[in-house]
């Protein structure tokens, strides 16, 4: 099993918000694309929060989220994983995406939201032990997945959740 790698950030200097996913599924990295499943509810509910409809452009997707202040990335910058479901990543195998960095140049970045369980435990276990993320005023949230495979909540329950962005609340 090779090592798979995530996409560079989705993000500005204007940004205030930002949204963790963990790694990019198969039909993302074949499409080249965060969120490019047809199923995952990403950009539906982000077509809700701003009461605009989504672009079909991958492009115009993007600009939509910088228009908005909302930057989006991953925890992981590489891993092995067999699939898309984030269960079959291989832990040993688990390279972080360089937070100090990424936060040094995204400094207005005040909001940082989880799109699921393990892109907040990957993040918990792999960035918050960074004595410089210790010293930074970030305010962290748990959302719901956006990904087909969390069916447990349809996609009105997950936006609900999803508001928490477009209003700031954590």
């Given at each position: 099993?090779?090592?798979?790698?995530?996409?560079?950030?989705?993000?500005?200097?204007?940004?205030?918000?930002?949204?963790?996913?963990?790694?990019?599924?198969?039909?993302?990295?074949?499409?080249?694309?965060?969120?490019?499943?047809?199923?995952?509810?990403?950009?539906?509910?982000?077509?809700?929060?701003?009461?605009?409809?989504?672009?079909?452009?991958?492009?115009?997707?993007?600009?939509?989220?910088?228009?908005?202040?909302?930057?989006?990335?991953?925890?992981?910058?590489?891993?092995?994983?067999?699939?898309?479901?984030?269960?079959?990543?291989?832990?040993?195998?688990?390279?972080?995406?360089?937070?100090?960095?990424?936060?040094?140049?995204y400094k207005n970045i005040t909001h940082v939201f989880f799109n699921g369980v393990t892109a907040e435990k990957e993040f918990i276990k792999h960035v918050m032990s960074?004595?410089?993320?210790?010293?930074?005023?970030?305010?962290?949230?748990?959302?719901?997945?956006?990904?087909?495979?969390?069916?447990?909540?349809?996609?009105?329950?997950?936006?609900?959740?999803?508001?928490?962005?477009?209003?700031?609340?954590?």
């Amino acid at each position: 099993m090779s090592l798979i790698y995530s996409f560079p950030p989705i993000a500005s200097p204007a940004s205030t918000v930002l949204v963790l996913g963990s790694m990019p599924g198969k039909a993302s990295l074949k499409a080249q694309q965060y969120y490019a499943h047809p199923r995952n509810s990403f950009w539906f509910i982000i077509e809700q929060l701003f009461a605009v409809k989504a672009p079909v452009n991958y492009q115009e997707k993007k600009q939509l989220l910088l228009n908005n202040n909302v930057a989006v990335w991953d925890v992981l910058k590489a891993c092995s994983r067999e699939g898309s479901l984030d269960s079959s990543i291989q832990r040993d195998s688990v390279v972080a995406n360089d937070f100090d960095m990424f936060f040094d140049q995204y400094k207005n970045i005040t909001h940082v939201f989880f799109n699921g369980v393990t892109a907040e435990k990957e993040f918990i276990k792999h960035v918050m032990s960074l004595q410089q993320m210790k010293t930074r005023q970030l305010a962290f949230k748990r959302l719901p997945s956006t990904s087909p495979a969390h069916a447990a909540m349809n996609r009105e329950q997950k936006l609900t959740e999803w508001r928490a962005i477009a209003n700031r609340v954590i």
